[in-house]
């Protein structure tokens, strides 16, 4: 599974499986305002904590695409697995840590 | 030069003509992205200005002083701008906190309450110069400073809050500024989210994100401390995600029933105001985030989180059943009644649109251009408690 995690990392370093472009539009319009809700529009946080580059720092892709889609039991953190699969999670999360 | 005086003194006053303003009837649209406020003449449905930059307003309020000439905006970042609706232009802008999530404005209308993310806590300001009267940190006693929600005016120059993570609930007595008052209530429940105030300002309840049920304290009856109410509504594990923690502000409050978004469930509650019960919990189409009552208390107006956020839902308050569903548009993200309860603003965010309804024919009245609009708030707030 480690294995299988760390191989569709590296193809999507390599674009393999971004998602289409339209699709894309859709998750930073979502980014920016539904996970803006919890994490702020600028996502220097709100009652969810910020997720700026710096704030990932360290974390592994494996750990934060499972805490967006099975979400934080026990915090408000919500599952997000209907709405996104796991490659558009890691998509989302490489935005995430580019420098704005 | 006789000859030109009156001349000169018809074209003065003329200009004054011009220029006269009402601003009981005025309305300001958040703009969430530009990062705007928009000034409307709420009754001929005409936007009179635009106040640019006033940082990030992505979940933003406002307030309005009770000569109703100025608003208070809050923003996101902690920045707190106080706008001259009859000479259109910003006052003055502060950053008071690195992220913030409302405000409220005293009884007298002196004092600007703030409640923050970071640094956790309230901060009081002169609602005339928007300097610093009271900083009152959230620090629960473990060092760490919580979050604050539920931020609302109470009687008695006061204002309650709740600390979301030390689920608390703190009055601050005002009334010597200089000596602010804290009592504090313990152990409300988990994780208090936001809260509301009964529009006597009687009752203060927060809605609990980590706990079944809402914390509720009657300020007439402080000693009685809080008493949860519904304890056995929605149990941890039953509790669907939640895509945007629900509002409470705005609730209805109609006659002998208070009706309040549930959490983690797609229902809004019915509880009877004499005895704290609940009487009906009616099935909706999604996570309700705003219940709000038409003024006259017959309706309430319900929309919702992502993904069902496309709707908005009408409850006949007469028998309690839904009566009509709308589809305004995409991300429907707030709501303001006209201050009798003809019309109702709603903001949807993604069609760049305010929508206007008539809330007897449920028709559709208007659409007023606004870039990602995300709060209406009309000035008739200015006299109502818990705006």
Known sequence: ?100 | MTKLLPILGLLISFNALAELRATGDLGVVIEREQGNALIFNTSQHKQLAKIEQLGDLSHASVVFSRDQRYAYVFGRDGGLSKIDMLQDKLVKRIVQAGNSIGGAISQDGKLIAVSNYTPGGVKVFSSETLELVADIPADAGDGKLSKVIGLVDIPGQRFAFSLFDADQIWILDLKNSKKPDITKFKDIGKQPYDALISSDGRYYIAGLFGDSGLAMLDLWHPELGIKRILPDYVKDDEKLPVYKMPHLEGWADTGDYLLAPAIGKHEVLVIDKRNWQLVKAIPVAGQPVFVMGRPDGRQAWVNFAFPDNNQLQIIDIKDLTLQKTLTPGKAVLHMEFAPRGEEVWVAVRDDNQVVVYDTDTLQEIARLPAQTPNGIFFSSRAHKIGF
């Open chain 1, 1 to 100: 599974m480690k294995k299988l995690l760390s191989l569709m990392l590296f193809t999507s370093c390599a674009f393999a499986n971004d998602p289409p472009s339209e699709r894309q539009e859709v998750l930073r319009n979502l980014l920016k305002h539904d996970c803006g809700a919890c994490h702020g529009l600028t996502l220097k946080g709100g009652l969810g904590p910020a997720l700026l580059p710096e704030n990932l720092q360290g974390k592994p892709d494996d750990f934060l695409v499972t805490t967006i889609l099975e979400g934080r039991k026990g915090t408000a953190m919500p599952p997000w697995r209907q709405f996104i699969n796991a490659d558009e999670a890691l998509w989302l999360i490489g935005v995430l840590r580019k420098p704005k």
